[in-house]
């Protein structure tokens, strides 16, 4: 198994990231409710470039290699993440989760009061990956209206409505 590495993404990094979102999504290929999720949708290069300029966007390496990331932006006291990907290649040794422990490190030391996100409730690298790492599910999203317009957003995408989930970590 090969160490890693994390930093602060730049904005040249924001050139790789579409490739890896790419090759992170095919993994829901394998769940037949998918099937028609289209994984090569992707977040372009500019909309990445975007986010990082906001400052709490991480980039992994291995060697030379850009293993994962993890995009997000600050929403009033919260920071949401938007994206977290790591490379079929690099995947299953700790870098998610290295990247999610990072962001929570970030957003509680920049003052933030929560992370949020929406993922997938029942996909294993989803839903109860995120609940290891402190995050629940919001389940009164009538509290969290900006979350609810997200899952919105996401069922006028295609995204089955009955599986997507909103999360929260609170940051002590």
């Keep these: 198994m090969s160490s890693w590495s994390l930093r602060l993404a730049r904005p040249a990094d924001a050139a790789a990231m579409p490739a ?3 090759a992170a999504a095919s ?3 394998a769940d037949p409710a998918l099937a028609g999720l289209d994984v ?3 977040r372009t290069e500019a909309d990445f470039a975007r986010l990082i300029r906001k400052g709490h966007c991480l980039v992994s390496h291995v060697g030379e290699a850009m293993a994962g990331f993890l995009v997000a932006e600050p ?4 920071l949401h993440i ?3 990907d790591v490379a079929p290649a690099f995947q299953r040794r700790g870098i998610g989760a ?6 929570q490190i970030d957003a509680r030391n920049s003052g933030f009061r929560a992370i949020t996100l929406t993922t997938f409730r029942d996909v294993a690298w989803n839903g109860p990956f995120y609940a290891r790492l402190g995050f629940e599910e919001v389940t009164a ?3 969290h209206p900006r979350l609810a317009a997200e899952l919105t957003n996401e069922a006028e995408d295609g995204l089955p409505v009955d599986r997507r989930c909103a999360m929260i970590c609170f940051l002590d």
Excluded at 75 to 78: C, G, I, L, P, T
């Design 141 to 143: 999203l009538d509290a």
């Design 27 to 29: 993994a829901f290929a």
């Design 75 to 78: 929403f009033r006291r919260e």
């Design 98 to 103: 290295g990247l999610v422990r990072a962001a």
């Design 40 to 42: 090569t949708r992707t």
């Design 82 to 84: 938007w994206e977290m």
């Design 20 to 22: 890896i979102e790419r």
